[in-house]
């Protein structure tokens, strides 16, 4: 992920992306031993600095259960305090869970990772409904780590499996690829399969919902169009509804970064059939689930006319859609009372639609 050097060059920090989790080492060049560090709780270290005589460093955790925090250490003694506390003392950390690492074989055999929540009252006598929730991207990655939609969700009884499809990053390069210009095929069928895989567990009912945000809120859409019996409800966040239109919209400017997802979605002027092909919005005749979609008035990635006509159309099939249109944000919202919102809707909608 990143290597550093202290200012005279006796340290070195480097980090790896050890299954979603990032593995931070912190070595005295000197002796070419690790620095071990005592009095840090499990989670993901980073942003760190040295003070001007290297003897202290100050750097951040963040973990399932809170917030980004500031610690600082001894380099001599590798004792660490924290000078921090983030999470908002009216919320009970004790309360809050940590994620797990789990896999299952997909529908042609690829071992497929994820994040898997699980809330405290689950269990066989008393089993829960699920979400899959799909990372944005394509290529991005769900990473452990305080997440407050997803402790929102958990606290409410809900599992949450933070899928890690293929073409996702940090698990090498094949991986990364497998999905090149198979966008809503390949890794939309991974996202599929794990309703199955998650049923199996003994304390996951057979209710069970996707959801995701930018390409995951394309990923939900898709499943509810392309794999209409799969899932029983679908939240999608200003999630791509034509490719079509998206790739061709974006400007030249963008540079690198549009040679880039051209040369992984497929350049419009060349392949625009298939784009056309994998857009829900061209197959939202298919779609008998309920669906709730959440979209930002000012978003320049995922135009608003986006979901507008998703929504349209997937009530043309009397099909229950609630739409949530937040006129001051982006793509992404980034204000707390937005996100307040947004957070009680999807609950709100889940409770309807998957509780019985």
Do not use: C
């Not at 993901?44 to 925090?69: C, H, K, Q, W, Y």
């Not at 991207?137 to 769900?142: E, H, K, L």
């Not at 809707?345 to 998957?354: D, E, I, R, S, V």
């Amino acid at each position: 992920m990143f290597v550093m050097h202290s200012p005279s060059g006796r340290y070195r920090v480097h980090a790896v992306n050890a299954d979603a989790s990032t593995q931070l080492t912190i070595t005295d060049t000197r002796t070419n031993r690790p620095v071990t560090l005592t009095g840090v709780p499990e989670g993901d270290l980073g942003g760190v600095r040295f003070n001007r005589d290297e003897t202290m460093i100050a750097f951040t955790v963040a973990s399932d259960t809170s917030p980004t925090d500031i610690f600082v250490a001894d380099l001599a003694s590798g004792a660490a305090r924290r000078l921090t506390r983030s999470l908002n003392p009216a919320i009970d950390e004790a309360q809050l869970v940590d994620g797990s690492v789990a896999r299952f074989r997909s529908y042609d055999g690829v071992e497929v990772p994820g994040i898997l929540y699980r809330p405290r009252e689950a269990s066989a006598a008393n089993p829960v409904p699920a979400i899959v929730l799909v990372h944005g991207g394509p290529g991005g990655q769900s990473r452990r780590g305080y997440s407050a939609l997803v402790q929102h969700l958990v606290n409410n009884g809900y599992a949450v499996y933070a899928i890690n499809n293929r073409g996702s990053s940090g698990y090498g390069k094949t991986f990364f690829h497998m999905d090149d210009r198979r966008h809503g095929d390949v890794d939309l069928r991974d996202v599929v399969a794990s309703r199955g895989w998650l049923e199996g567990q003994d304390w996951i009912s057979d209710r069970i919902a996707v959801m995701g945000g930018s390409y995951g809120g394309y990923m939900t859409a898709a499943a509810l169009a392309f794999h209409p019996e799969t899932f029983d409800a679908g939240v999608n966040i200003f999630g791509v509804t034509n490719w079509v239109r998206t790739l061709e919209s974006i400007p030249a400017w963008w540079g690198a970064q549009r040679t880039a997802l051209f040369d992984e979605m497929g350049d419009p002027a060349t392949d625009a059939e298939r784009h056309r092909r994998i857009s829900p919005l061209f197959h939202a005749a298919n779609i008998r689930r309920p669906m709730l979609v959440v979209q930002g008035a000012n978003d320049p990635r995922v135009l608003q006319v986006e979901s507008d006509e998703l929504v349209a159309a997937v009530r043309g099939n009397n099909v229950p859609v609630e739409y949530v249109l937040f006129p001051d944000e982006g793509h992404g919202f980034l204000r707390k009372e937005n996100r307040v919102t947004a957070s009680e809707a999807y609950l709100t909608f889940l409770n309807q639609h998957l509780r019985r």
